[in-house]
Each structure stands twice: as structure tokens, then as C-alpha cells.
């Protein structure tokens, strides 16, 4: 099996990337997704514990959190500390119930800023001008210009992103050109039958 890491910085086109996957037959693992089932399950307890008043009805009050978050900064590790293991042990029962795909998608936001490169084959970033991102992050709900500053402070540049890459999805264009990009990747994967060697 190939383990593909997918990710790219924010807006710019990740999650649409990934259902392309989906749509191909591809599995992928979410971890955005798995993190908000965590916050609505096993996460709750320990993180309200940790960040008091960001729980509601047993859920993690992720606009709270966030809020908290932009006061203290300086107070995402611990956040991190209670997720990311979480994280891990969901993306481990994914890789074991996949197991006989001959690749998969692990769609992991912050790839190259948490190591989880270590953990993944091949690398596709998903990009597209920073001016395109920029407009696409502003139209996001509660998405401010402080807050989109504070986001990108903590990815690693897009430009460092694809130089790292191994395969690369520009979504500056229509659905259909993004499309046919992941189709080559998914084209070029199946055609090696799953050999990482090839």
C-alpha cells in the first residue's frame, strides 16, 4: 500500500482535492474531520479540562477554543498534546481497515509542520496563487484579517511547501483542470499497481 499524504495551506483547495480522491475510489482519512469527531467524544473531557468554559452539552465549543486560543497562543501545544495522539490512534484503525487498498489518502493539514511527512510515501500540496487564497480564506465564516495572519504564521510557506512535494494540485483553475490533475496522480499510482519503488 502507498500512503499518500495530502495537504496544502489554508484555502487553497485542499478539501475539494480530497473528494476528488473519494470520487476516484481512493479511501481518505480526514484528520480536520476526525478532530471534530473527537471534540464531539473523547477529546471533550480532557480539553475542557485543560481550557475551562470550552465545552457545551459534552462538545468542544470549537469557536471558544479558537477564542482562547487567539489570547494565549503561546497555549496550542497543550491543546495539541491532547489531540494529536488521539489523531494518530484514528489514523492507524483507518491504515488497518484499508490495508488492502492499494493506496490511500491521509488528508493532514499540517503535514510538514507536525513531521507526519515521516509517516506518508509520497506528498501532494495542493496550491493556487496566494491572492486566490487570500479571497477564498476571507469569504470563510468569522475569518478575519488578524485571524488568517495568525493561521498562516503557523504553516509552512506554500513555496517551501511544493518545493517538498512530490506531486503537485494547482487549484487556480476550473474543477474539471483540478480534476484532471488528480486523476494523473491517481492514473500514475494505479499503472505502478501500488510499487513504491516504481
Request: hydrophobic content about 40%; charged content about 30%; proline content about 5%.
Amino acid at each position: 500500500m502507498i500512503i499518500l499524504g495530502l495537504t496544502g495551506s489554508i484555502a487553497m483547495g485542499k478539501s475539494t482535492t480530497a473528494q476528488m480522491f473519494r470520487d476516484f475510489g481512493v479511501p481518505v482519512n480526514d484528520a480536520d474531520e476526525v478532530v471534530h469527531e473527537l471534540y464531539r467524544g473523547e477529546a471533550a473531557a480532557p480539553v475542557e479540562a485543560a481550557f475551562p468554559g470550552t465545552t457545551k452539552d459534552g462538545e468542544v465549543d470549537r469557536a471558544e477554543l479558537s477564542r482562547q486560543l487567539m489570547e494565549a497562543p503561546g497555549r496550542l501545544p497543550e491543546l495539541e498534546a491532547i489531540v494529536h495522539p488521539l489523531v494518530r490512534k484514528k489514523e492507524q484503525e483507518f491504515l488497518t481497515k484499508n490495508a488492502a487498498a492499494p493506496f490511500v489518502v491521509l488528508d493532514i493539514p499540517l503535514l510538514f509542520e507536525t513531521g507526519a511527512e515521516k509517516r506518508v510515501d509520497r506528498v501532494v500540496v495542493v496550491t493556487c496563487s496566494a491572492e486566490l487564497q487570500r479571497e477564498r480564506a476571507l469569504k470563510r465564516p468569522g475569518m478575519t484579517e488578524e485571524k488568517l495572519a495568525m493561521i498562516l504564521a503557523r504553516q509552512v510557506p506554500d513555496s517551501e511547501k511544493r518545493k517538498r512535494a512530490d506531486y503537485i494540485i494547482d487549484t487556480s483553475d476550473s474543477f474539471d483542470v483540478t480534476r484532471g490533475q488528480v486523476k494523473a496522480v491517481v492514473d500514475e499510482l494505479a499503472a505502478n499497481n501500488g510499487d513504491t519503488d516504481a
